[in-house]
């Protein structure tokens, strides 16, 4: 209603610009989500804050042990491998006040694996009942995170007009600057939920991968644009696409079908 508020704010000048925003027949409302959709939002949530916390207690045990000269490779499942090292230290080459807080900091990072786990397996058990989530999951770059997060945020795909609608209601699009009749597109715009972006750009990531290698129904899509594009554009691409198949695999209450290959 920012666009409809006359002169300066107050809660009268409030309350006329809702009243005008919700005349408009351009106007767009946010559907009001069930019970039980929130409450897997809310499994989302509670996920994402333990991963970042877990996140934050692998760079700490990292950079702790560093100090020592003891180091392991990168990755969240390579920090167990600097656990042990930890664990099996002598008293020269690490002293027992830093090894018995590392070891603290090590029984939190279980317990927050062990709470993750638990997540993702309730976020299973409401995909395997889901209908909307399982269409999802036949999309490849869409797992069951992504499917789950999906099918609970868009209840309703009848609000977007087409797929790019929706792909731009996640700012997967190239954010525009036109004037004049000239087209003027620069990098994506980053609007909308900011979760189920990065979620979405993650499985493509994936897909990518497999692509290299040839493993996919869309390999030569994806390489033929990995030789004029960069990697990372590449991957946005990939999301765009498999955000506006999302939209129509929601739309039409169809699975994912594959493309027929030369």
């Known amino acids: 209603?920012?666009?409809?508020?006359?002169?300066?704010?107050?809660?009268?000048?409030?309350?006329?610009?809702?009243?005008?925003?919700?005349?408009?027949p351009t106007m767009?409302?946010?559907?009001?989500?069930?019970?039980e959709r929130q409450g897997v939002l809310v499994l989302h949530r509670?996920?994402?804050?333990?991963?970042?916390?877990?996140?934050?207690?692998i760079n700490a045990i990292r950079g702790h042990c560093a100090e020592f000269?003891?180091?392991a490779p990168q990755g969240a499942r390579r920090a167990t491998e600097l656990v042990e090292q930890v664990r099996q230290a002598?008293?020269?080459?690490?002293?027992?006040l830093a090894r018995s807080a590392l070891l603290r900091l090590a029984e939190q990072l279980d317990t927050l694996a062990a709470e993750i786990h638990g997540l993702e397996r309730r976020l299973l058990a409401w995909h395997r009942?889901?209908?909307?989530?399982?269409?999802?999951?036949?999309?490849?770059?869409?797992?069951?995170?992504?499917?789950?997060a999906l099918s609970a945020a868009v209840t309703d795909p009848g609000l977007f007009r087409s797929g790019r609608e929706f792909a731009a209601f996640l700012g997967l699009v190239p954010r525009q600057n036109s004037s004049g009749g000239k087209d003027r597109l620069g990098r994506i715009s980053k609007?909308?939920?900011?979760?189920l972006r990065k979620l979405l750009v993650v499985g493509a990531t994936s897909v990518i991968r497999r692509a290299r290698t040839g493993a996919s129904a869309s390999a030569a899509w994806i390489n033929a644009l990995l030789e004029r594009r960069?990697?990372?554009?590449?991957?946005?691409?990939?999301?765009?696409?498999?955000?506006?198949?999302?939209w129509a695999v929601l739309k039409r209450g169809e699975v994912y079908r594959p493309p027929v290959m030369a």
């Open 1 to 24: 209603m920012k666009a409809y508020l006359r002169r300066q704010k107050n809660d009268a000048a409030d309350a006329e610009a809702i009243c005008e925003a919700v005349t408009r």
């Open 28 to 35: 767009r409302f946010v559907p009001i989500k069930s019970a």
């Open 46 to 57: 509670t996920r994402e804050l333990l991963v970042r916390q877990r996140t934050m207690l």
């Open 69 to 71: 000269g003891i180091i």
């Open 90 to 96: 002598g008293a020269g080459e690490l002293p027992e």
């Open 129 to 148: 009942q889901d209908e909307a989530s399982q269409r999802l999951a036949t999309i490849p770059g869409i797992g069951i995170i992504t499917a789950t």
């Open 191 to 195: 609007m909308g939920d900011g979760y």
């Open 230 to 246: 960069p990697a990372r554009v590449v991957t946005v691409a990939m999301a765009n696409k498999n955000a506006r198949i999302a």
